[in-house]
């Protein structure tokens, strides 16, 4: 059975003793953990990144959700395959939160268009942020369960995403 590497878990314990990711430390040092208050702290920063349109706002809204939910499932499939003991895995847990994880990223496949644009015009906005960490989040924990060959789309928007200066400077893992 495989575990936690322990050294990776007490180093983030030192940046936050709750070991609760996603985690941000902003400028001033203030340790925040949960994605929506991560998004609410960086709406404040930049309140440009929520489409101002109320439809707009509405599906924007529908994409950061999807896409939380989905990293959410993902994690729920890690902690079943690396902290439960093989002999405690629920099968029928596992199949129902596999089904979710492949609907929530089978929907937003579908919302990211060609994936060659952003969601909502010229630059990235929050949703479109969210939607990239969290197909590159769920990719790199539980891509057996959503191959990105069926989400072409969504890779291509990764991709994108990703090729930006502010991704590089701030790579997963």
């Known amino acids: 059975m495989s575990r936690c590497r322990c050294s990776a878990t007490d180093d983030f314990a030192t940046i936050n003793p709750v070991v609760k990711a996603p985690t941000l430390v902003t400028d001033d040092g203030a340790v ?5 208050l991560i998004l609410e702290w960086l709406g404040r920063l930049a309140p440009r ?20 939910a989905a990293c959410e499932k993902a994690v729920q499939i890690v902690y079943e395959h690396q902290l439960r003991p093989t002999e405690k895995r629920h ?39 969210t939607l990239a ?31 930006l200066p502010q991704f590089r400077d701030a790579p997963f893992g």
């Open 91 to 129: 099968q029928p847990w596992l199949d129902r939160v596999s089904t979710q994880l492949r609907a929530a990223w089978g929907l937003l496949d579908g919302m990211a268009g060609t994936g060659e644009s952003w969601l909502f015009g010229e630059t990235p906005l929050e949703a479109d942020v």
């Open 32 to 36: 925040l953990m949960d994605s929506e």
């Open 49 to 68: 990144l929520v489409p101002a349109a109320p439809a707009d706002h509405a599906r924007a809204l529908r994409v950061t959700g999807l896409a939380l």
């Open 133 to 163: 960490v969290a197909w590159r989040f769920t990719q790199e924990m539980a891509g057996g369960h959503v191959p990105a060959a069926d989400h072409a789309a969504m890779a291509r928007f990764s991709a994108r995403a990703e090729a």
